[in-house]
């Protein structure tokens, strides 16, 4: 049990990483086929355990929100969905849903395209605000960029208050046309749209001429879509750019016609797509299937199997991550996979090396999604030329004699090991911690270098002469880290718990931990037993935190961070047990005194669960002005409402208004 615990503990930050680089910062560092294959792996321990550790991906939508975007809040949730890699796997979500309620139903079958997901809100037939997907809750604010794209209609015919989810897509042909002129070519579409629109300057989005593909309504103010082919079709009416394919089928098993026809076609694109999108054709039965805690049931996305060469492994290069672990980078003889140039690949750890029998010189096969770094999945041939791959004894990066657990190597030299100190302070300083601007990893490095900066009060030190000095650093951008780090002086105190780089405390068991024990000081204290009574946090992770806070040179850290003025401000909100709390709750109509970006900010403090349709499971609807067939709805079914006025009078309970 405790093995599986420890691997699960693996998995979820290997996942965790993964998914970040892939979502946030549109740097991908491991293949969609073996992040699939752990994440399958972490899905089957939490139900063989019964266990889901806090800060576990599986319970996770999406990724953050960057911070150099204005963040709100989506008027309705967007949910990522869930996936399959054959027919069999759709035949079992079929089956899963039949299960729960019988239904007869046709399906739609559409493209899944390999670009960055948006949301856009219309009001009154005009374009009101742009939103990336985020983490499905908050997103960015790209209004600006968005309204250069120039398939995205600024204007709609309809009137009503809606909101259109769609995909942001560079074309192939815009992007070779792009690259042919540039000094500095981009490396492929998704990247370059991602990158594009999250640039801060919308010239340059315009630049690269994307294009917006809608297929989905996210909201609806007074109109209720009944099936996936009347939200096309008003697409379409509305003018948005859908995609050519569009079927409805009578059953799972015509699906497979499908699969085998565009997984063939998908080539002669001119976009990327990565597979295809599955849906219960019938709103109604998705609405009464209702949602996993991060899937709708009525939806699934199934992917086509990752592309596949063979190239030569030249070396291997060991990093060293910020809690000591050595990770294996596989150097490969270059070689054109998917549209780009495959120099490098990442292996798990040691025993991945030896399970896959790999050598120095062997030829292996890699496989490659369309846009992201590959896998080496096995040998394809050796020779006598091929070396064995050495387990290192010492650490690259400050040559002290490593450790190893049972999967991974690594270094204990915790103080002194320059990866680490980088690697722990870029940490602190990054957007879910400290958020420090301007505190990348160079400059960290840079610090670390020039100054000896080495742990977290350090960064508290540092004066405008010292860090104008440096080379790069003009006024602004020096004026610029010092501001960000005044300003983290009073951080959420979730945010320094995360920060602290606490082995297994991620951004939830953070919230978590502040909420429950409300101070650095009674966690510091907190006991095995005090965790363990704490919900949602695992035995392995309780260990965890007691022995990070019986460290001495961690201790020492904290201290001297409140000595230099850190005031860690506890504002959650999670504790409030009010009327509210775990109840299913929907906004209709135009309210006086909020926005429904506000409003929904505010049921959330009080413990609800916002949601964007009225159902059975539907506990309250707040009612504004002028509501439509969500009121009516909430009146058939006999689901409690309450006007403006008694919201208000619910906020002033807990000192909220």
């Known amino acids: 049990m405790q093995d599986k615990i420890e691997r699960m503990k693996e998995l979820s930050k ?132 968005a309204k250069t794209i120039r398939s995205l209609p600024l204007s709609l015919a309809y009137k009503g208050h809606i909101v259109v989810q769609g995909e942001v897509i560079m074309k192939l042909s815009e992007l070779a046309k792009f690259n042919n002129d540039a000094e500095e070519k981009l490396k492929n579409a998704r990247n370059a749209a991602a990158g594009a629109l999250r640039n801060l300057d919308p010239k340059i989005t315009a630049s690269r001429n994307l294009d917006f593909f809608a297929y989905n309504i996210n909201y609806s103010e007074t109109d209720y879509f009944e099936s996936q082919q009347q939200i096309h079709d008003f697409l ?103 549209g780009v140039t495959v120099k490098r690949a990442t292996l798990n750890n040691f025993n991945d090396i030896l399970r896959k029998k790999v ?34 004894e010492f650490c690259p990066s400050c040559h002290t004699r490593l450790i190893e657990t049972v999967a991974n190597l690594y270094c204990p030299n915790h103080i002194g090991c320059k ?72 951080p959420e105190l979730s945010n320094l718990i995360y920060a602290l780089g606490i082995d297994g405390v991620g951004q939830k068991m953070a919230r978590t931990l502040a909420a429950q024990f409300g101070s650095i000081e009674k966690l510091s204290e907190a006991t095995i037993a005090d965790l363990d009574a704490v919900p949602d946090i695992a035995e392995i992770s309780a260990t965890d935190i007691v022995e990070y806070f019986a460290d001495e040179f961690n201790r020492k850290q904290i201290e001297d961070l409140f000595k230099i003025g850190v005031e860690p401000i506890n504002s959650s909100n999670s504790s409030i047990e009010s009327e509210l709390l775990g109840k299913k709750v929907v906004l209709t109509g135009g309210l006086d005194n909020f926005s429904r970006i506000e409003a929904t900010s505010l049921l959330e403090k009080l413990g609800a669960v916002c949601t964007s349709s009225v159902s059975k499971s539907t506990d309250l609807v707040v009612v504004g002005k002028d509501a439509g067939s969500k009121l009516d709805k909430a009146m058939a079914l006999g689901v409690k409402t309450i006007n403006e006025a008694e919201f208000v009078e619910i906020l002033k309970k807990y000192s909220l208004r």
């Not at 139903?105 to 939103?131: H, M, Q």
């Not at 054709?281 to 996305?301: D, I, Y």
């Not at 991550?321 to 490969?332: D, H, M, N, S, Y």
């Not at 050796?382 to 387990?391: A, G, M, N, Q, R």
Request: one cysteine or more; hydrophobic letters at 40%; aromatic letters at 10%.
């Open 236 to 338: 379409v009416e509305q003018k948005f750019l859908v995609a050519k394919f569009f079927e409805i089928v009578s059953s799972v098993e015509q699906i497979k016609k499908f699969i085998d026809k565009i997984d063939v076609e998908r080539h002669k694109l001119d976009f990327l797509i990565d597979g295809l999108v599955i849906k219960i054709n019938s709103k109604k039965v998705q609405e009464e299937l209702g949602f996993t805690a991060k899937f709708p049931r009525g939806m699934l996305a199934y992917k086509f199997d990752a592309e596949e060469t063979d190239t030569k492994l030249l070396g291997i290069t060991w990093q060293v991550g910020r809690t000591g672990k050595l990770t294996p980078v596989a150097e490969l003889e270059p070689v054109e996979l998917c």
């Open 14 to 145: 290997i996942v965790s990483e993964a998914s970040i680089a892939y979502y946030v910062n549109d740097n991908p560092i491991m293949s969609d086929k073996q992040w699939d294959k752990l994440y399958s792996e972490l899905v089957l321990l939490e139900k063989e355990t019964g266990v889901v550790l806090p800060d576990s991906p599986t319970q996770k939508i999406g990724g953050d929100a960057l911070d150099k975007f204005v963040k709100a809040s989506h008027v309705s949730k967007l949910y990522s969905l869930d996936k399959a890699q054959s027919f069999e796997e759709i035949l079992d979500w079929q089956s899963r849903n039949q299960n729960i309620m019988n239904f007869d139903t046709t399906y739609s079958v559409e493209y899944k395209f390999d670009g960055l997901p948006i949301a856009v809100e219309y009001d009154n037939g005009v374009i009101v605000r742009a939103l990336t997907r985020g983490n499905g809750e908050v997103g960015e604010d790209v209004t600006l960029q």
């Open 419 to 490: 990866k680490q100190i980088v690697g722990r302070l870029t940490h602190f300083a990054g957007r879910q911690a400290m958020n420090i601007e301007g505190l990348s990893i160079k400059t960290v490095e840079l610090l670390h270098e020039k100054f000896g900066t080495s742990v977290f009060a350090d960064l508290y030190k540092l004066t405008f002469d010292e860090l104008f000095e440096l080379e790069g650093f003009k006024e602004k951008k020096t004026q610029n880290i010092l501001d960000g780090i005044a300003a983290s002086k009073k």
């Open 359 to 392: 050598k120095i010189g062997d030829q292996v096969f890699i496989r490659r999604s369309n846009e992201v770094i590959p896998e080496i999945l096995s040998v394809a041939r050796t020779s006598s030329d091929s070396k064995e791959i050495e387990k290192p």
